[in-house]
């Protein structure tokens, strides 16, 4: 399986369509891939909030419709990130998207766990309150969405419910990329799965982000990573290791709780 984890410099300046129009030729140019995995609210943006309320959409939305297009074109299967959703219920969500080679939406998933205390994602957007996972042709792929990499017990549920990759898009800041970094491990080791872990770079809010995707097995051994720079991390990994993994090391037979 050769999956792709585009890590982009998600500038604010720069004009969203021109982002747009920009991310959508990098999911075409990667033709070839299996899976190719976005980062979050590459096109909202994590840190700066401004304009969350008056460009929310749907999940059939304009974004939706562009990376639809793109998958479509270039035959892969795309976690497109997440997007600013405008709910039927009129609340916001911060919600991935994920698309089938045909260009078919074959999967949401709301974030559960917001991140701010007092104010930021968690006073701004609803909470997602359901599990999310897609059928794909060499696995069952789990979905989660930057902070909840902080609550190990979401992907005990994760895990429960077949996952043997999971994917994680973020807009994880610099000044903790360590925390990223180790966290991301963690969850590959003790599920023994697969983590793909896909950040953003560069400069949001005044807040530097980390980079560092990460494509990780199930025994925690980093296959790929990426830098701080705009990049594309191109890895081969086989679902069949999770398989083997747990049954070489059986140690969520053990578990209690």
């Not at 260009?103 to 007092?118: E, N, S």
């Not at 969405?145 to 549920?157: A, I, S, V």
């Amino acid at each position: 399986m050769r999956v792709s984890l585009v890590q982009l410099d998600v500038d604010p300046a720069v004009p969203a369509q021109e982002r747009l129009a920009e991310v959508s030729a990098l999911v075409r140019s990667r033709r070839g891939d299996h899976l190719v995995v976005l980062p979050e609210l590459w096109l909202h943006t994590g840190w700066v909030y401004d304009a969350w309320e008056s460009d929310a959409e749907g999940v059939r939305g304009p974004v939706a419709q562009a990376m639809a297009r793109a998958a479509r074109d270039a035959g892969v299967w795309l976690h497109a990130g997440s997007i600013i959703e405008r709910g039927a219920d009129q609340n916001l969500y911060n919600t991935s998207l994920v698309f089938d080679p045909d260009g078919a939406l074959r999967g949401t998933y709301r974030k559960i766990h917001r991140f701010g205390f007092t104010g930021g994602e968690a006073a701004l957007i609803s909470r997602g309150t359901e599990l999310a996972q897609v059928r794909m042709p060499w696995a069952e792929v789990g979905l989660a969405t930057c902070y909840d990499l902080r609550f190990p017990e979401l992907f005990r549920r994760i895990l429960d419910a077949g996952a043997e990759v999971l994917v994680l898009p973020a807009a994880w800041p610099a000044r903790r990329v360590e925390h990223w970094r180790v966290l991301s491990r963690a969850r590959a080791i003790e599920n023994q799965m697969f983590v793909l872990a896909c950040n953003t770079t560069g400069t949001q809010g005044g807040e530097a982000m980390g980079g560092h995707s990460m494509v990780i097995d199930p025994w925690g051994e980093i296959v790929a990573e990426a830098g701080t720079e705009q990049t594309v991390l191109t890895a081969e990994i086989d679902p069949a290791l999770v398989a083997k993994t747990r049954e070489d090391f059986p140690v969520l037979q053990n578990r209690i709780l």
